[in-house]
């Protein structure tokens, strides 16, 4: 990607895209003549977030869904890792188990909460089984792939420089699958995020999507609107960790590869 | 190994079903949550029958066109302005890419709360869904328009409509093409996640009415149809795309130096 | 068509420091010439050349070419053979030779007929329905000639064409393309850094400084064209690659460091 000089007009039209949000909302309240009910005004959210920060239950509820989308993602991790792995070990079931880990990414899974909760109740287990689920298909397709398209080359100066098998794996496969891995592993924590959450919405007792909801389904829309700015501050946090944690030092500050 | 590996494929997947059923059978896990692969199949072919079924896929199905539609219209015209102009890129991609990479069904207590409950909403949120995403692949893949090449075009005396035709729109068909499927993709999820978080028509709302009433076999058999035409769709794309973008993979090793380079 | 250079000069405007390109550039071209200009990295020589072509206007001066000032890019007064190819990955060879006819509304018959010519004199006549991922770079850089040539042009504006290419392929590439451009009486360009290159192939060698860029020495080569390959081994063009080795070390005299401005040519 090439380096460009930031425009100084980049700020400028940020503000103008703030601005144009706050103002539509603002007509929508006022000469929009949409009813409060419907959409609520902006000083009402902000105290209505006010309120919710000022709880102690509000914290409660991030740390669960917080909890929740990060045993997903690390359950998953495991997982699809080790799949890809064992996968990759042979041409065959590279072959088969391709198209079964692609079948999985293009399934929609997200229409598949209901067996989960079926199964796994409505408490946070089937939140995490249904985040790991998710996220299992795309870490485990990039990483079959990772380890697949290793070099030829590379694995000739392996053998050439009579490495054992395992120092093989260790020191040449891994190394060289990383950054495929890296890019699965990036798509899975989205999946997890996009899981766990819109199965707290639908059915749980617990968490900031169960509050979403409630607030929603009360017409409590003040309420709703604030949940949703918590959940896009939790969702911020939760992708800036991953940066921090597949971005390799050399590389930071740069905008990877945006492919979902 | 063509053959090996699709044998392999089927034996995996027979594999899976046989056991789930053994484990149904017995009573290792209860058929009541999961039912058992019998009594899905059962299910579905009576589903083929069901003029409650049929009408709720027809209606999602035209839900999802039109979802598709208005979100990549919109998507098309908004990632084409953003391609053009690196200013307009540098001041919205970062928020654009935060919003892709956002669950958008934190959003649609909006959508339920303006739009009210039923169809319009499902379209709205779809097409949403499908914007953000189509957005951002135009706009990434009129990133792929190599200066050399356009150097090529202005040497070569190209006009205007000439450089599009011959040098942008090839560049970034790679781009365009990923755009539609995520259109078609997110159009269909979104449509399908309006519909199962709030409304009773709809192939969403019907998975949400059966699993309500614990009629297993026929949520696990409606979703199964509904997976089943995704990765099907996914494959022919798959197919299409790469038979019109062939000249890539040709100049792969090309391909790949150019842009680790650019 | 004569061409004259006259009084050019670049500058480019840096991260607020300005950089001298090219100073105070004169030079003419006679029809059927083949000049090359020759000097360290970061001369300013293919910033030239991107001037003759019109890929960029000058800071100051003007070139001619036969009664008009150069302006703009047109490929039939001046036609460029780039460094990197460029050929456009999507179309076939055949397309690609003929995409300045195609943008010049040419019609695809005769497109397709003058193209076909060309890459049969290039021969790579089989090559016409392949894809250029498919061609090893010697066959690209032929192609892309093809494609300059197609359009009939006055002057062949051909920058450092062989820079990317092993020094086999360099030679017999040479010889071969050698052999068409003389044919054809075509008035030629030539911008490189490579000595033996601008001998084997130039009726004259310029040579040029760095920061400023300037012309500094001016070598006719008599031998007649088309050269063969043997020319190579002659007492000649030992002298004159000693000559110009001389010449070009006094070029680059006060300042030996790589120069940075070579990353910049456009």
């Known amino acids: ?260 | 190994m063509k053959t090996q590996a699709r044998i392999g494929r089927v034996a995996v997947v027979v594999a899976g079903l046989l056991v789930w059923e053994l484990l149904t059978r017995f009573d290792l896990i209860d058929s009541d949550f999961v039912s058992t692969p019998i009594a899905v199949g059962v299910a579905f072919t009576e589903m083929l029958r069901n003029s409650e079924v049929l009408s709720a896929l027809a209606s999602t199905g035209g839900n999802i066109l039109l979802a598709f539609i208005i979100g990549t219209v919109i998507g098309v015209i908004a990632g084409t302005v953003m391609g053009l102009s690196k200013t307009l890129w540098q001041a919205y991609s970062a928020p654009l890419l935060f919003l892709m990479s956002t669950p958008k069904s934190i959003f649609l207590p909006i959508f339920i709360l303006l739009c009210g409950i039923g169809s319009t909403s499902a379209v709205v949120f779809g097409a949403f869904e499908a914007a953000v995403f189509v957005t951002i692949n135009v706009a990434a893949g009129m990133a792929l328009v190599e200066d050399r090449h356009m150097k090529v075009a202005r040497a070569f005396k190209a006009s205007w409509a000439q450089t599009i035709l011959a040098v942008v729109l090839p560049s970034a068909l790679p781009g365009i093409f990923t755009a539609l499927w995520f259109g078609i993709r997110h159009a269909f999820i979104g449509v399908l996640i309006a519909e199962l978080w709030a409304s009773s028509d709809g192939v969403g709302g019907l998975i949400r009415v059966y699993a309500e009433q614990l009629h297993t076999d026929k949520t696990l058999a409606l979703m199964l149809a509904v997976t089943f035409l995704a990765i099907i769709a996914g494959t022919i794309w798959n197919h299409l795309e790469t038979r019109l973008t062939r000249w890539r993979q040709s100049s792969a090793a090309g391909a790949a130096t150019t842009t680790a380079t650019s | 068509m004569r061409m004259s250079i006259n009084d050019v000069s670049v500058t480019f405007t840096r991260a607020g420091s300005t950089v001298e390109a090219l100073k105070d550039i004169n030079l003419s071209l006679h029809e059927g010439e083949f000049v090359a200009l020759l000097g360290p990295s970061g001369c300013g020589k293919s910033t030239l050349l991107t001037c003759l072509g019109g890929l960029m206007t000058p800071t100051k001066g003007e070139i001619v070419v036969g009664d008009s000032v150069v302006e703009n890019p047109d490929p039939r007064r001046a036609a460029f053979v780039f460094q990197d190819y460029s050929l456009l990955p999507w179309k076939n060879i055949l397309d690609n030779v003929g995409v300045g006819l195609r943008f010049a509304g040419v019609g695809k018959q005769e497109r397709r007929q003058r193209s076909q010519e060309l890459l049969e004199m290039m021969g790579l006549s089989q090559w016409g329905e392949s894809h250029p991922g498919q061609l090893s770079g010697g066959m690209q850089q032929r192609v892309a000639v093809a494609r300059a040539l197609a359009m009939d042009p006055s002057i062949l504006l051909m920058d450092e064409p062989f820079g990317a290419l092993d020094e086999q392929t360099r030679r017999s590439l040479g010889e071969s393309i050698s052999t068409v451009l003389t044919q054809n009486k075509q008035t030629v360009v030539l911008v490189t850094h490579s000595l033996d290159e601008a001998i084997y192939w130039a009726d004259r060698v310029i040579v040029m400084s760095a920061r400023p860029g300037r012309v500094m020495a001016e070598v006719q080569i008599r031998q007649p064209r088309p050269r063969p390959l043997e020319f190579i081994a002659q007492e000649d063009f030992a002298q004159l690659r000693s000559q110009l080795f001389l010449m070009l070390n006094e070029a680059m005299g006060h300042d030996q460091q790589a120069n940075p401005l070579e990353p910049q040519r456009a």
């Open chain 1, 1 to 260: 990607m090439k380096e460009h000089k930031t425009s100084p007009l980049v700020w400028p039209l940020r503000a103008l895209g703030l601005g144009a949000l706050i103002g539509v909302w603002a007509f929508g309240n006022g000469p929009g003549g949409i009813s409060p009910l419907v959409l609520p005004t902006i000083p009402r959210v902000l105290e209505a977030l006010g309120e919710a920060l000022s709880q102690f239950s509000t914290y409660e509820a991030a740390a669960i869904t917080f909890g929740e989308i990060l045993a997903a993602f690390i359950i998953a991790s495991v997982f699809g890792l080790a799949a890809g792995f064992w996968a990759a070990r042979t041409p065959l079931r590279l072959q088969v188990f391709q198209s079964i880990f692609v079948w999985g990414y293009l399934a929609p899974l997200i229409l598949f909460y209901p067996i989960f909760i079926l199964s796994f109740g409505t408490g946070v287990g089937s939140k995490i089984g249904y985040g790991a689920v998710s996220a299992f298909f795309p870490i485990a397709y990039n990483s079959l792939r990772a380890f697949a398209t290793v070099q030829p080359t590379m694995l000739k100066v392996a053998k050439a420089f009579g490495a054992s098998s395992f120092q093989t794996d260790f020191l040449i496969k891994l190394p060289s699958a990383l950054p495929l891995i890296s890019s699965g592993v990036r798509i899975g924590a989205g999946a997890s995020m996009i899981t766990v959450i819109f199965a707290e919405m639908l059915a749980s007792t617990a968490g900031l999507g169960y509050q979403l909801a409630l607030n929603s389904q009360t017409f409590a829309a003040p309420q709703a609107f604030a949940m949703i700015i918590l959940l896009m501050a939790l969702v911020g946090v939760l992708q800036g960790l991953v940066n921090l944690l597949l971005t390799p030092r050399r590389d930071r500050g740069k905008i990877i590869n945006v492919a979902h």
